[in-house]
């Protein structure tokens, strides 16, 4: 039986190496948002001439159109400041005469107000997940102990996510959006998915051998669990690696956050969320005498 308590400083220094940077980022750069938060414009446009590295370039004379992606055979997607009907029409000429014909698809404006109501509600929905899984594990397993640690871990791993977008968005502009708050609630219930299953196999094996040292009882627990939660694991990763790298434009990071949260969950429930629980019973015995 493979002793993996003995090298849980290792974890969390691993832990820590991938964090502060993020934290870091976070703290000095924050989150690059996307229209769905500031407020703005989604114009969607077909083009005739499918001159993608042009169309993905291009910006109007006035610095309107904030970004460029492709959404389909010949469908691009322009993010724009906040426009009107005849604005929207000076691009499209302006389109028209660099790239001839152009189709509008889709054209929505997205008000400040309601992205901030958005990430209002986005706030409130972390909370209440945390609050729920929380009281769900602790209720579960009858000690407040799994559940605090559970939430530790969780929270492991969104920072590490929302981390990594900070430095993506400072470093190479991308935005996160609605469809990052989906991975982030996503990655909340994957990371205590794993965790609940290796903390129930703890707890079995604390009933079956209450006399026997709890280092001794997590490594088991580890044993038993840790082939079955990487073989769930990587089943969603290699998925995953397959849409990063075949799926569209329009997805691609929301792809990637969910990879990035995946694996940061799959490695937290072994290495983080078990260690922290015998960090906690040794506090517990220091604190008792």
Same mark, same amino acid.
């Given at each position: 039986?493979?002793?993996?308590?003995?090298?849980?400083?290792?974890?969390?220094?691993?832990?820590?190496?991938?964090?502060?940077?993020?934290? &870091?980022?976070?703290?000095?750069?924050?989150?690059?948002?996307?229209?769905?938060?500031? #407020?703005?414009?989604?114009?969607?446009?077909?083009?005739?001439?499918?001159?993608?590295?042009?169309?993905?370039?291009?910006?109007?004379?006035?610095?309107?159109?904030?970004?460029?992606?492709?959404?389909?055979?010949?469908? =691009?997607?322009?993010?724009?400041?906040?426009?009107?009907?005849?604005?929207?029409?000076?691009?499209?000429?302006?389109?028209?005469?660099?790239?001839?014909?152009?189709?509008?698809?889709?054209?929505?404006?997205?008000?400040?107000?309601?992205?901030?109501?958005?990430?209002?509600?986005?706030?409130?929905?972390?909370?209440?997940?945390?609050?729920? &899984?929380?009281? =769900?594990?602790? =209720?579960?397993?009858?000690?407040?102990?799994?559940?605090?640690?559970?939430?530790?871990?969780?929270?492991?791993?969104?920072?590490?996510?929302?981390?990594?977008?900070?430095?993506?968005?400072?470093?190479?502009?991308?935005?996160?959006?609605?469809?990052?708050?989906?991975?982030?609630?996503?990655?909340?219930?994957?990371?205590?998915?794993?965790?609940?299953?290796?903390?129930?196999?703890?707890?079995?094996?604390?009933?079956?051998?209450?006399?026997?040292?709890?280092?001794?009882?997590?490594?088991?627990?580890?044993?038993?669990?840790?082939?079955?939660? +990487?073989?769930?694991?990587?089943?969603?990763?290699?998925?995953?690696?397959? +849409?990063?790298?075949? #799926?569209?434009?329009?997805?691609?990071?929301?792809?990637?956050?969910?990879?990035?949260?995946?694996?940061?969950?799959?490695?937290?429930?072994?290495?983080?969320?078990?260690?922290?629980?015998?960090?906690?019973?040794?506090?517990?015995?220091?604190?008792?005498?």
């Amino acid at each position: 039986m493979v002793d993996f308590m003995r090298y849980k400083k290792i974890y969390f220094l691993v832990s820590g190496i991938l964090l502060v940077p993020g934290v &870091i980022s976070l703290l000095v750069f924050g989150l690059k948002p996307s229209i769905d938060f500031t #407020g703005g414009t989604i114009l969607e446009l077909r083009f005739e001439d499918n001159d993608q590295f042009s169309i993905l370039n291009f910006q109007t004379e006035d610095e309107k159109v904030i970004s460029a992606q492709k959404s389909g055979e010949g469908t =691009y997607l322009l993010k724009i400041k906040t426009i009107n009907e005849k604005e929207k029409n000076e691009i499209k000429n302006k389109l028209a005469e660099k790239f001839g014909e152009v189709e509008e698809i889709r054209f929505e404006t997205v008000g400040p107000t309601l992205g901030r109501e958005l990430l209002r509600k986005t706030l409130v929905a972390i909370v209440l997940a945390t609050v729920f &899984i929380l009281a =769900y594990i602790a =209720y579960q397993f009858k000690d407040k102990m799994y559940g605090v640690c559970a939430i530790l871990a969780m929270f492991h791993d969104t920072l590490i996510l929302l981390g990594s977008f900070s430095l993506l968005g400072h470093f190479f502009g991308i935005e996160v959006d609605t469809l990052f708050v989906t991975a982030v609630l996503t990655t909340l219930s994957f990371s205590v998915h794993d965790t609940v299953v290796t903390y129930d196999s703890i707890r079995n094996a604390v009933k079956k051998n209450p006399k026997a040292k709890f280092s001794l009882l997590i490594n088991l627990a580890i044993n038993q669990t840790l082939i079955r939660n +990487l073989n769930n694991s990587l089943t969603i990763i290699f998925m995953l690696l397959a +849409l990063v790298l075949l #799926g569209g434009q329009t997805i691609r990071w929301f792809v990637v956050a969910l990879l990035i949260g995946t694996i940061a969950g799959t490695y937290s429930s072994t290495f983080i969320a078990t260690p922290l629980l015998l960090v906690w019973k040794s506090l517990e015995k220091r604190k008792d005498g």
